[in-house]
């Protein structure tokens, strides 16, 4: 059944079956997309098919979920009929950076240009230059913050997510989560080894990320519980809002 599923899925969304295969066939029609660069859900990703060829996209960046990239405007057509001119534009460049986040359902307009480290927020509308190491958002999209300031709110709020998310599991399903369940949050606990990072959290963060710098991240940090048991009496004996 799994096979026949996988053939259908091929057949139905051919370029688009998965990240690996539309990222060939944009490269194939002339975009420019760096290594590692990540479409979550390339069947619903609309990628202008008039200018492939102005897009350019660097390493590891990631596309989300209903994201449009633009890198032509057809809208001028209505000046034909009005004005009996043909004045349609010829398109122009969009560059997104290094290590962006393209938020879900977000548009991104021709002559776009976004910086490195930069997290375009969901329903977002990028019009002109958007510099590096930014969080943006909003129709325009505006400056919301500075990735280094994102960087301290993140990390600030790392455990209270967790306790909120093991809480949660544990309301929905009757019973503590297994640690292959909490993600990304088991660095929280488990020892640094081969065997952890391997286990709980190479293929965990494999989408889109250098594996150099994840594997760099786990090893470099250290956990602030003695093992699992201990972070999940933590998470039961505090308060969290779903």
Do not use: W
């Not at 879900?104 to 329903?123: F, P, Q, R």
């Not at 999209?141 to 599991?169: C, E, G, P, T, W």
């Amino acid at each position: 059944m799994f096979v026949l599923k996988s053939i259908l899925k091929r057949i139905i969304y051919r370029e688009r079956v998965d990240s690996e295969t539309f990222v060939k066939y944009l490269r194939k029609k002339g975009a420019s997309i760096g290594i590692g660069a990540y479409f979550f859900s390339p069947e619903l990703t609309n990628v202008d098919a008039v200018r492939i060829d102005h897009i350019k996209i660097g390493d590891y960046t990631k596309i989300t979920s209903g994201c449009t990239i633009l890198a032509h405007d057809y809208s001028s057509s209505v000046l034909l009929h009005t004005h009996k001119e043909i004045l349609l534009p010829g398109g122009n460049e969009v560059n997104i950076g290094k290590n962006c986040f393209i938020g879900m359902n977000s548009t991104i307009l021709m002559g776009s240009s976004i910086g490195d480290n930069v997290i375009v927020g969901a329903n977002s509308l990028v019009c002109g230059d958007i510099p590096s190491n930014c969080i943006v958002g909003g129709v325009p999209a505006k400056i919301l913050m500075s990735l280094d300031d994102y960087y301290q709110k993140r990390k600030d709020l790392f455990l209270q997510d967790a306790v909120r998310n093991v809480n949660h599991f544990i309301r929905i399903h009757n019973r503590p989560p297994k640690i292959e369940e909490i993600g990304a949050f088991a660095t929280l606990f488990i020892p640094r080894n081969d065997y952890n990072f391997s286990k709980y959290i190479e293929n965990y963060l494999s989408a889109g990320n250098d594996p150099i710098d994840v594997r760099k991240a786990f090893f470099e940090s250290e956990p602030i519980f003695n093992g699992y048991d201990c972070f999940l009496e933590y998470c039961l004996n505090t308060n969290s809002d779903d």
